[in-house]
């Protein structure tokens, strides 16, 4: 590996030969070492075989023999299942009902995965490599939910800037016991995945389809930056993020207004953390969006890159530019440092513990609202710090979203919530 190639999984065959994945060709793809000089690509493909390493162990191929390799693979942004003979190369799919693959392991006749789809939450599986059936082992919910309220992603592509072309999952509302009335174009939820290098799938996010069942739509925007497109795709974001980022998002909404699925003049944005960012970033630096909500998001780039973890230490020199040398750019792309621009009601959810993005991040922002005579609302959750973990906080915050947006947007809840202080409505 180096500066223009990532190594993802290196492993030895049962018969002794190092296979790796490499994006050397601009896609992250299986090869093996023939020597200590020479190796070759094994089922070579415009698809990616490897992930962003968040954490150790994570595993996209597996050796069912010596002879054959179990593996997963993600095509625009869907992750597939297949095997690979290891003379010919040959890819073979594998038909399953799932979308999404992860911690593949195998042995003689079997393979073994942890799923999912747009409608089964997280499971941990068992596939027998003759008949090509599948057993669940176990699952992460036992809770069913009627597909008459779950809206199953589209996945969309469309223009962005420089003449490129970016992608998202749309969800249109879906609820089996309500309707909109004739002629009326819902509102549109534009979410921002974290990372940002991450990305978002198709499995089923309870978070998702709680706006949809809800009457609203939802686009999940894996924008330039995001891995699961290549290697091409990832690296638009270097350099740019805040601005890439907020491109991709914005004119995922024109899109869909343009197409005639959502209504344009309801669209809000919304995001955690790094997603928080380019939350804040489209809504202080651009003019689209009628409202949104931050997750405790970045808004202070100086700030995370001084204090961040060791892990993500030297993250920010590629996203954004080498600090200190580049400090012009951090205090360029800061929300925090322009606070006069926002001009749209935001909502803001906060852990009064959190170390990566302190409180006072938010609250300055809450108070520069508050000075424009914004519609602003401030939820900060005491024993929470970067994200949420108890059940009745994400309950809260979600909920407190809500009703922002229906007092906002001036619609009517179907069931009551509790409501969330508003200023200046």
């Known amino acids: 590996g180096g500066e223009s190639e990532s190594i993802f999984q290196p492993e030895w065959s049962p018969d002794g030969m190092l296979y790796f994945v490499s994006d050397r060709s ?38 069912e023999s ?14 597939k299942l297949g095997r690979i003979e290891t003379v010919s190369g040959n890819l073979e799919p594998i038909e ?3 979308t999404e693959f992860g911690s593949l392991r195998a042995s003689a006749g079997r393979a073994f995965f942890a799923g999912g789809s747009a409608t089964e939450r997280v499971l941990v599986a068992q596939l027998d490599l003759t008949t090509e059936c599948v057993e669940v082992l176990r699952r992460s919910s036992e809770i069913e939910i009627d597909t008459g309220y779950l809206s199953v992603p589209e996945a969309i592509e469309y223009s962005t800037e420089d003449g490129l072309t970016a992608h998202a999952f749309f969800y249109a509302p879906r ?75 914005i004119n995922g909404a024109r899109y869909l207004a343009e197409r005639g699925d959502v209504d344009g003049d309801r669209c809000a ?16 630096f651009r003019n689209f969006f009628k409202a949104g909500a931050s997750h405790f998001g970045v808004s202070d780039l100086a700030a995370l890159v001084r ?9 920010l020199d590629r996203l954004v530019g080498p600090y200190p040398e580049r400090a012009d750019l951090y205090y360029e792309r800061a929300p925090i440092n322009f606070t006069e621009r926002l001009s749209c009601p935001v909502i803001f959810f906060q852990g009064l513990e959190d170390k990566v993005v302190p409180p006072n991040q938010a609250e300055l ?43 906002v947007f001036g619609f009517e809840l179907a069931e009551q919530v509790e409501p969330v202080p508003i200023e200046n409505l």
Not at 30 to 58: H, I, N
Not at 195 to 202: D, E, H, I, M, Q
Not at 217 to 239: H, I, K, Q, T
Request: aromatic content about 14%; hydrophobic content about 35%; overall charge positive.
């Open 269 to 284: 944005i919304t995001g955690g953390s790094a997603g928080g960012y380019t939350t804040l970033s489209a809504l202080t």
């Open 307 to 315: 204090d961040t973890h060791k892990f993500e230490s030297r993250y």
């Open 66 to 79: 010596f002879r054959r390799i179990v593996c997963t693979f993600c095509e625009n942004g869907t992750w």
């Open 175 to 249: 609820n089996r016991d309500h309707r909109a009335p004739n002629g009326e174009r819902p509102p549109l939820l534009v979410m921002c995945h974290g990372g940002p290098t991450s990305a978002t799938s198709k499995i089923l996010n309870l978070a998702v389809q709680y706006w949809t069942s809800r009457g609203i739509a939802v686009l999940d925007v894996n924008y330039g930056g995001s891995s699961g497109y290549g290697r091409a795709y990832r690296e638009r974001l270097n350099g740019r993020w805040g601005i890439v980022d907020v491109d991709d998002c």
């Open 365 to 407: 922002m809450v108070d520069a609202l508050r000075v424009k005579k914004l519609p602003v609302a401030y939820v900060a959750f005491e024993g929470e710090q970067h994200g949420f973990r108890r059940a009745e906080n994400i309950k809260r915050a979600l909920d407190g979203e809500l009703y922002f947006y229906s007092r």
């Open 26 to 63: 601009g896609w992250w793809n299986l090869y093996r070492a023939l020597d200590t000089k020479r190796t070759e690509p094994v089922g070579a493909m415009s698809a990616e075989f490897g992930r962003p390493q968040w954490v150790f162990g994570m595993s996209t191929y597996a050796f």
């Open 96 to 98: 399953t009902s799932y």
